[in-house]
């Protein structure tokens, strides 16, 4: 099993969540987290006082996918995530070493 978490612009997450529930993956996490890195920020004026928006807003969705549909699920994600600007985000993928499902004890594949 492989953890996929993705770290996107927020008004992508529709196209996002479309894209993977039509290739049968309905389970996923989402969070709103702020974050920065080569798109760097920008500057707003807010009262006459001009100042530095370094920590811009994004959205995380994290899911566990079974090994065998990893490939799938990251193309129907970075897909439909791309724009082709900087600031489009990452996808990062981490081994998971068991999954359980607290409802009726599952483990593994099954649990998810």
Known sequence: MKKIEAIIQPFKM???KQALTGIGIEGMTISEVRGHGRQKGHKEVYRGQEYNVDLLPKV???MVVASGRTDEVIKALSDAARTGKIGDGK???YDVAEAIRIRNGDRGDAAL
């Open 60 to 62: 995380k969705v994290e």
């Open 14 to 16: 529709d196209d996002v």
């Open 91 to 93: 996808i990062f993928i």
